[in-house]
């Protein structure tokens, strides 16, 4: 089973607002609303920004945002700021298994 | 604060088996949570390895379970990992991972490099 299929890399000014997708099949992201989105500072352990598709954990700014449409869910981020440059990655429930997307670099210009 | 700190040999022989150990500090991991391991090869993407609840039910990646282990030592505050018969395609950053069941993981550990190298 592939992995989900996320852009390589995004980027926005401060204070502007990004999106990244995460598309997957019937089997995962569109069979489940279990689709969970981590923030990653190389070297850091990552961090839980969204579960259960729109769930936001406590302490998570409301800046990050997540929803999902058919087969592909995505992760919203407002405002940007400098702290929220990293890596983002998508995880899915897929019955047997969590599947994970690539992963997104986020640069804040 | 729950932490999760992970610790074993950076590298491995090929056919031999790798054994890493997962320590959580700030929770009892008998209180809850299904505990396992996700792993990265180098350029690649996350792979779930598999995750164990602290009464033994185990969930392992169908493409791994023949090849794996994790168990739990309540005593300790610890889990485990053991992968038989490397290869160097299980070179990669091992993550521990503290989730809630439904591949939604709460805590993680900054990950530790194997290498499987003769």
């Known amino acids: 089973q592939s992995a989900l299929t996320q852009p390589p890399s995004a980027s926005g000014s401060p204070g502007q607002s990004v999106t990244i997708s995460c598309t997957g099949t019937?089997?995962?992201?569109?069979?489940?609303?279990?689709v969970s989105w981590y923030q990653h500072h190389p070297g850091k352990a990552p961090k839980l920004m969204i579960y259960?598709?729109?769930k936001r954990p406590s302490g998570v700014p409301d800046r990050f945002s997540g929803s999902k449409s058919g087969n592909t869910a995505s992760l919203t981020v407002s405002g940007l700021q400098a702290e929220d440059e990293a890596d983002y990655y998508c995880?899915?429930?897929?019955?047997?298994?969590?599947?994970f997307g690539g992963g997104t670099k986020l640069t804040v210009l | 604060q729950v932490q999760l700190q992970e610790s074993g040999p950076g590298l491995v022989k090929p056919s031999e088996t790798l054994s890493l150990t997962c320590t959580v500090s700030?929770?009892?991991?008998?209180?809850?949570?299904?505990w396992g391991w996700i792993r990265q090869p180098p350029g690649k993407e996350l792979e779930w390895i598999g995750s164990?609840?602290?009464?033994?039910?185990?969930y392992y990646n169908p493409s791994l379970k023949s090849r794996v282990t994790i168990s739990v030592d309540t005593s300790k505050n610890q889990f485990s990992l053991k992968l038989n018969s490397v290869t160097a395609t299980d070179t990669a950053v091992y993550f521990c991972?503290?989730?809630?069941?439904?591949?939604?993981?709460?805590?993680w550990g900054r990950g530790t490099l194997v290498t499987v190298s003769s």
């Open positions: 700030g929770y009892s991991i008998s209180s809850g949570y299904y």
């Open positions: 991972t503290g989730d809630r069941a439904y591949a939604t993981i709460d805590y």
């Open positions: 164990m609840y602290h009464s033994g039910t185990t």
């Open positions: 259960e598709v729109n």
């Open positions: 019937s089997s995962d992201v569109g069979g489940y609303n279990y």
């Open positions: 995880c899915s429930y897929a019955g047997d298994k969590g599947l």
